[in-house]
C-alpha cells in the first residue's frame, strides 16, 4: 500500500504563486509515473502534470504548461508542483497519485493510488 499525502495548497491572487508538495510512503512501492491531477467544483478530474519516476521527465496538460514545473526529490519519495501565474481557473483540489502504468496515462482509472487533496483557491 502506497500513502500519499499533500500539502502547499491556500488561497493566493491572481498572478502569484503557490508550491504543492506530495510525499510518498507505504511498506513499498514501485511506481512508474507520479502525479498532480485536479478537481473542480461541477467539473470532472482532470490531469495537470506526471512525471517519470526514473528519469524525472516531465508531462504537461496545454493549460498549464509555462506557468507549471513538476520535480521530484527521489531522496525523500517527493514530487512537488510550482505553480506561477496562477489564474482563478486554477482553482480547484489538487490530488498527487501514482502509477503503476507502462506509458503515462492521463486517464485517472490508470492511476493507482491517491492522496486526499489539497485546495487551490485562486482570486480575482
Known amino acids: 500500500q502506497v500513502q500519499l499525502v499533500e500539502s502547499g495548497g491556500g488561497l493566493v491572487q491572481a498572478g502569484g504563486s503557490l508550491r504543492l508538495s506530495c510525499a510518498a510512503s507505504g511498506r513499498t512501492f514501485r511506481f512508474n509515473y507520479m502525479g498532480w491531477f485536479r478537481q473542480a467544483p461541477g467539473k470532472e478530474r482532470e490531469f495537470v502534470a506526471g512525471l517519470t519516476w526514473s528519469s524525472g521527465s516531465p508531462y504537461y496538460v496545454d493549460s498549464v504548461k509555462g506557468r507549471f514545473t513538476i520535480s521530484r526529490d527521489n531522496t525523500k519519495n517527493t514530487v512537488f508542483l510550482q505553480m506561477n501565474s496562477l489564474e482563478p481557473e486554477d482553482t480547484a483540489l489538487y490530488y498527487c497519485?501514482?502509477?503503476?502504468?507502462?506509458?503515462?496515462?492521463?486517464?485517472?482509472?490508470?492511476?493507482?493510488?491517491w492522496g486526499q487533496g489539497t485546495q487551490v483557491t485562486v482570486s480575482s
Open positions: 497519485a501514482t502509477s503503476n502504468s507502462l506509458g503515462l496515462n492521463s486517464t485517472t482509472s490508470r492511476w493507482n493510488y
